[in-house]
């Protein structure tokens, strides 16, 4: 088999060559040998001559013949065996590779997709939480030796929410899937299946939510929670309100765009356009609202629509001062929902709602145990 462990140096003492003495790299006259070293083979598939200088798990320059002798015999086996990768061994080419940098490599080109709204920002915000995580365990790991059991000990490693787990994993499938995309990774490893328990729905009936509601002294401020838990619709919809989507003569609202962190998008988070007939009691609010004269938001702080965390912060100040814990989410849209799945039926709810799946409203109905009470026994 072709190869060998080489030097460019020269003997110290009489500058002749290094020559291979049994099994060595030595001076024959003076029995010197060099500081370093490297390894030279011919890769018969590719045709190519493939020089390694440095060891690929320590990156550090070969200290012996013998360190370098037993990685050219692991090379050796790999090319007879037909599956030996020069990028493997080839320092500029295993850097780029690694994960800590491949990882960046890969944040990036999802940056872009941001950049480009293929993606929304807060996409990227997420990402940043699942690749530190990422990152602290597999840290200059080659991608191409992460297999099942690596997956499995990282899922294994991992501490939070089954929730927060998950979305880990579906962050890391996704990453290993664009390597395999990109022919980084040659085999696509498998994941552990990784089952979610139904969680539970947190409401409030609609005396607390009108309690709060009106405890709001702003009236731009009262109008957008209002809103919100009347129309049954996410807060960062509801931040991306135009007067134009409003047709106050008959009484509906177009729900057609939303926010993603602070930047607006043209489609709502489900990528539906939604139009929905319009709450009396919300008309009312909505006619009795100045209007900034020339920012398009219905609702605005100095024609600026409101801030991502500014709903938020205001329900939870409010709620709070009243003795009732409950967040913004689940205050308005969810206990909204839960009252009208057990007065007018899944069916018209899901279809208020825009759900795709009928199963996605039915979590509503099981909020309302009245229904139950009939099983229970009578004295």
Not at 73 to 88: H, L, Q, T, Y
Not at 126 to 138: A, I, N, R, T
Not at 283 to 290: D, H
């Amino acid at each position: 088999m072709k190869g060998g462990v080489y030097t460019k140096e020269k003997c110290p003492v009489c500058q002749g060559n290094f020559q291979n003495v049994k099994n060595d790299l030595l001076c024959p006259s003076h029995l010197t040998r060099p500081k370093h070293c490297f390894i030279q083979v011919y890769d018969k598939f590719s045709h190519k001559t493939v020089q390694v200088y440095t060891d690929p798990e320590t990156r550090e320059s070969f200290y012996s013949y013998e360190q370098a002798y037993q990685l050219l015999g692991k090379m050796r086996r790999e090319i007879k065996a037909g599956n030996f990768e020069p990028s493997r061994y080839v320092a500029e080419k295993i850097k780029p590779l690694r994960f800590t940098i491949w990882s960046d490599k890969w944040y990036e080109v999802k940056r872009i997709e941001v950049q480009k709204r293929l993606r929304a920002p807060s996409y990227l915000k997420m990402l940043k939480v699942h690749l530190s995580k990422l990152k602290d365990f597999f840290k200059d790991m080659d991608i191409r030796d992460i297999g099942n059991r690596q997956i499995n000990d990282f899922y294994l490693w991992l501490d939070g929410s089954p929730k927060y787990i998950k979305n880990i994993m579906d962050t890391f499938r996704k990453m290993l899937n664009d390597g395999f995309d990109w022919g980084d990774i040659k085999i696509m490893p498998k994941f552990p299946k990784i089952e979610m328990s139904e969680s539970f729905i947190r409401t409030i009936d609609l005396d607390q939510q009108d309690m709060i509601i009106n405890a709001i002294p702003d009236q731009m401020d009262r109008a957008f929670i209002l809103f919100t838990a009347r129309q049954m619709v996410r807060p960062s919809e509801t931040r991306a309100l135009f007067w134009d989507d409003l047709d106050l003569k008959h009484d509906r609202v177009i729900i057609q765009r939303h926010f993603s962190l602070n930047e607006i998008r043209e489609t709502t988070k489900a990528k539906q356009v939604k139009i929905l007939p319009l709450d009396g009691e919300v008309k009312k609010t909505l006619q009795c609202l100045p209007r900034h004269i020339t920012s398009p938001f219905v609702f605005q702080k100095k024609g600026r629509a409101f801030s991502e965390s500014w709903p938020r912060k205001l329900w939870n100040r409010t709620s709070k001062q009243l003795g009732v814990e409950i967040s913004l989410y689940q205050g308005t849209r969810h206990s909204s929902a839960t009252e009208a799945v057990n007065r007018v039926g899944v069916d018209s709810v899901q279809e208020f709602l825009h759900h795709t799946s009928r199963s996605m409203t039915k979590r509503y109905a099981k909020m309302n145990v009245n229904g139950l009470k009939r099983v229970l026994r009578e004295k």
